[in-house]
C-alpha cells in the first residue's frame, strides 16, 4: 500500500510533540481560560452558582489600596532583585572564572543555597535575624531590604552558574586575536581576577549576551511571582508592608472567598508576565544580534 509522500514523517512528529501539546493544554491554558471566565464572575469558590459581573472585578481592582500597595512592593521587589541579582551573579562568574584558588569550593559554596527550598530559606533568616536583634522583617522601612538579601542569598549562585558556563565556553582564540590587535591579555587580568572593564566590555561582555538574557528574564519573572519566601519569612508583614501580589491573590481568592476577584487579579498578572518577557526577549535578543 503506497502511503503518501510526506505523511509518515508528519505523523511521526506529531506523535512526538502531542503528549508535551496535551499536558501543555490540559495543565495551561485550559486553566487559563477557566480562569479568564470566573474572573468577569463574582464567585465564591464554593457555591455552583456564578453570577456574571462582567468589567466589575477590574474596575473594582483601580480603586483597590490592597492591590495597588501589593503591586507597589511586587514591581519594587523585581527592580531592584533583577538588578542586583544580576550584578553580582555576573561578578561571582567572573571571579571563580579567573586564577584563584579553590574555585570549586566557592562554587559548591555559593550554589548550596538553592538546594533549600524558600520556605525554609524564609524561616531560617527570620529566626536569625530574630537571634540577631537585627529586625529587618519587623520595620516596613527595611523589609524589602531584608527580603532581597534573603533571595539573593539563595539563587545568585545558581545564576552565577549560568554566566560562569557562557564565560567559559568563549573561544580561547578571540583573546589571541584581541592581543595580536593590541588588546592587553586577557589572561593577565584573570590572575588578578578582576578584569579591566574596557577588556571586559570588549571580549566577554558582548560573548556573554546570550546568558544575560537567560538571567534578566528568568530573574524578572521569579521576582514577579515570590510567593513562598514571604509566607515563611514575614507573613506579608508589617502590616501589609510586604504583601506580594501572589500573596494578594491567594488572601482574596480563598481567605476573602473573593474567586472571581482574585481570577481577575491573576489574570492582570499573567497579562503582565507575558508582556514584560516579550518586551524583554525582543530587546534583549536585538542586543544579542547587534553584538
Same mark, same amino acid.
Given at each position: 500500500?503506497?502511503?503518501?509522500?510526506?505523511?509518515?514523517?508528519?505523523? $511521526?512528529?506529531?506523535?512526538?510533540?502531542?503528549?508535551?501539546?496535551?499536558?501543555?493544554?490540559?495543565?495551561?491554558?485550559?486553566?487559563?481560560?477557566?480562569?479568564?471566565?470566573?474572573?468577569?464572575?463574582?464567585?465564591?469558590?464554593?457555591?455552583?452558582?456564578?453570577?456574571?459581573?462582567?468589567?466589575?472585578?477590574?474596575?473594582?481592582?483601580?480603586?483597590?489600596?490592597?492591590?495597588?500597595?501589593?503591586?507597589?512592593?511586587?514591581?519594587?521587589?523585581?527592580?531592584?532583585?533583577?538588578?542586583? $541579582?544580576?550584578?553580582?551573579?555576573?561578578?561571582?562568574?567572573?571571579?571563580?572564572?579567573?586564577?584563584?584558588?579553590?574555585?570549586?569550593?566557592?562554587?559548591?559554596?555559593?550554589?548550596?543555597?538553592?538546594?533549600?527550598?524558600?520556605?525554609?530559606?524564609?524561616?531560617?533568616?527570620?529566626?536569625?535575624?530574630?537571634?540577631?536583634?537585627?529586625?529587618?522583617?519587623?520595620?516596613?522601612?527595611?523589609?524589602?531590604?531584608?527580603?532581597?538579601?534573603?533571595?539573593?542569598?539563595?539563587?545568585?549562585?545558581?545564576?552565577?552558574?549560568?554566566?560562569?558556563?557562557?564565560?567559559?565556553?568563549?573561544?580561547?582564540?578571540?583573546?589571541?586575536?584581541?592581543?595580536?590587535?593590541?588588546?592587553?591579555?586577557?589572561? $593577565?587580568?584573570?590572575?588578578?581576577?578582576?578584569?579591566?572593564?574596557?577588556?571586559?566590555?570588549?571580549?566577554?561582555?558582548?560573548?556573554?549576551?546570550?546568558?544575560?538574557?537567560?538571567?534578566?528574564?528568568?530573574?524578572?519573572?521569579?521576582?514577579?511571582?515570590?510567593?513562598?519566601?514571604?509566607?515563611?519569612?514575614?507573613?506579608?508583614?508589617?502590616?501589609?508592608?510586604?504583601?506580594?501580589?501572589?500573596? $494578594?491573590?491567594?488572601?482574596?481568592?480563598?481567605?476573602?472567598?473573593?474567586?472571581?476577584?482574585?481570577?481577575?487579579?491573576?489574570?492582570?498578572?499573567?497579562?503582565?508576565?507575558?508582556?514584560?518577557?516579550?518586551?524583554?526577549?525582543?530587546?534583549?535578543?536585538?542586543?544579542?544580534?547587534?553584538?
Amino acid at each position: 500500500m503506497h502511503t503518501p509522500t510526506g505523511f509518515g514523517p508528519r505523523l $511521526q512528529s506529531l506523535s512526538l510533540v502531542l503528549p508535551g501539546l496535551v499536558v501543555f493544554t490540559v495543565g495551561l491554558v485550559i486553566p487559563m481560560v477557566i480562569g479568564l471566565y470566573y474572573s468577569f464572575t463574582s464567585w465564591d469558590g464554593f457555591t455552583p452558582e456564578l453570577p456574571w459581573v462582567g468589567l466589575d472585578n477590574y474596575l473594582k481592582m483601580l480603586g483597590d489600596e490592597n492591590v495597588r500597595n501589593a503591586w507597589g512592593f511586587t514591581l519594587a521587589f523585581t527592580v531592584l532583585n533583577t538588578i542586583v $541579582q544580576n550584578g553580582l551573579a555576573l561578578l561571582f562568574a567572573v571571579i571563580l572564572d579567573s586564577g584563584i584558588r579553590a574555585k570549586k569550593l566557592f562554587r559548591t559554596i555559593l550554589f548550596l543555597p538553592c538546594l533549600i527550598a524558600p520556605l525554609v530559606a524564609g524561616y531560617i533568616w527570620a529566626r536569625m535575624y530574630m537571634d540577631l536583634n537585627f529586625m529587618l522583617f519587623g520595620n516596613g522601612d527595611t523589609v524589602l531590604m531584608g527580603l532581597l538579601i534573603v533571595n539573593n542569598w539563595q539563587w545568585v549562585g545558581y545564576w552565577m552558574l549560568i554566566y560562569l558556563a557562557g564565560l567559559q565556553s568563549i573561544p580561547p582564540e578571540l583573546y589571541e586575536a584581541a592581543q595580536v590587535d593590541g588588546a592587553p591579555r586577557w589572561t $593577565q587580568f584573570r590572575r588578578i581576577g578582576a578584569p579591566r572593564w574596557t577588556q571586559f566590555r570588549r571580549i566577554p561582555l558582548p560573548m556573554l549576551a546570550p546568558s544575560i538574557t537567560i538571567g534578566v528574564v528568568g530573574i524578572t519573572v521569579g521576582s514577579l511571582r515570590v510567593y513562598d519566601l514571604i509566607v515563611s519569612a514575614t507573613g506579608g508583614g508589617p502590616g501589609r508592608s510586604s504583601m506580594s501580589i501572589i500573596y $494578594q491573590i491567594y488572601n482574596t481568592a480563598f481567605s476573602g472567598k473573593q474567586y472571581g476577584y482574585g481570577s481577575a487579579i491573576s489574570v492582570t498578572l499573567i497579562a503582565l508576565l507575558m508582556l514584560i518577557a516579550v518586551v524583554q526577549l525582543r530587546v534583549l535578543r536585538r542586543r544579542e544580534v547587534q553584538q
